[in-house]
């Protein structure tokens, strides 16, 4: 362990703020998590496994509060004000994005944060703008966001090595959330705090709208009779995520990237009469996946123009 980041010896419990205003934080510290959903529970346990004191959890609802039970079996279940008040060293505010800033204000405002105490959230869309109310009464401001997918399920936890974190933090708190992040066994990114929003729409665009686009595969499957879509579609698109990610646009494959407006044409004619709510969807990530095929020099310009016009909806450019 660095000696930046030991005790110094006789100091009292929590974090110690020396001379020059770097922080010292215990090797083990004291943490509160509010907010115990898919998230927050999860971490709650990781931090657990990796030596730290996880005193006190806030839920209130029912999956919460089984959260609770089945990831911190040993950890009490407290009202809020409770858990910051005993989270010495970290609090973990793990709720909704559009609830973050009234909740670390009424934090703010109640009288439980301690100077020097870091308030943390999870959340990808917020960086340390929404903690400036804590930040106002002497605590300190991380965000600190795992880019994966959570369940709430102790299955999480086997997913966790290896996993990014996009990290915001004053420079005094960058030793602790590399530390933190590496006792998540976790890799951290660096995000400014206007990137935040960015960074946060790139995870979402690429998970949440794959979860949408698989799922309207499947659906397009069945409409076509296949009984199992997902036996269908599951090597295919396990080979086409591989790709991609080993490739980039140097993946891309099928009819948009060859130019074949005739193929294009008749599946927005078919789609058209049977799932017309899916046309949009379908055209729009053809039209961005024309564009990427041109600029990568896998489809050239001049064998777009048919396929293009098609998409724009331009009569007689479909081949026959």
């Not at 293009?308 to 331009?314: H, I, M, T």
Request: glycine share 10%; hydrophobic share 50%; charged share 20%.
């Amino acid at each position: 362990m660095s000696a930046s980041l030991r005790p110094r010896p006789g100091a009292p419990t929590g974090v110690v703020v020396p001379s020059g205003s770097v922080p010292v934080f215990p090797r083990h510290l004291t943490v509160g998590v509010i907010g115990a959903g898919r998230v927050g529970a999860v971490l709650g346990a990781a931090l657990t496994a990796a030596g730290h004191r996880v005193v006190a959890a806030a839920g209130v609802s029912t999956a919460s509060t089984a959260r609770i039970a089945r990831l911190l079996p040993a950890v009490p279940r407290r009202p809020v004000l409770a858990v910051a008040r005993a989270a010495t060293d970290l609090l973990f505010v793990a709720v909704p994005d559009d609830a973050l800033t009234a909740v670390v204000a009424g934090l703010a405002e109640s009288g439980v944060l301690r100077p020097g105490q870091v308030v943390a959230h999870t959340s990808g869309a917020h960086g340390l703008g929404a903690l400036a109310p804590a930040a106002e009464v002497g605590a300190r401001p991380l965000a600190l966001h795992p880019a994966m997918t959570f369940t709430g399920t102790p299955d999480d936890l086997d997913r966790l090595p290896g996993v990014s974190y996009g990290v915001t933090a004053p420079p005094e708190l960058r030793t602790l959330a590399a530390r933190l992040v590496a006792d998540l066994g976790g890799v951290p990114e660096w995000i400014a705090e206007p990137d935040r929003p960015l960074y946060h729409a790139a995870l979402a665009h690429g998970a949440n709208h794959l979860v949408t686009l698989v799922n309207e595969a499947a659906d397009r499957l069945r409409d076509a009779g296949v009984d199992e879509p997902t036996r269908v579609l599951a090597p295919l698109l396990r080979a086409a995520l591989e790709n991609a990610l080993r490739l980039g646009d140097d993946a891309l494959t099928g009819p948009v990237s060859r130019g074949d407006a005739g193929t294009v044409a008749r599946h927005l004619e078919r789609l058209t009469a049977t799932a017309p709510d899916a046309v949009g969807a379908y055209l729009a990530l053809a039209r961005r996946t024309a564009d990427r095929a041109i600029a990568a020099g896998r489809l050239r310009p001049v064998d777009a123009e048919p396929l293009l016009g098609v998409l724009a909806g331009v009569p007689g450019e479909a081949a026959a």
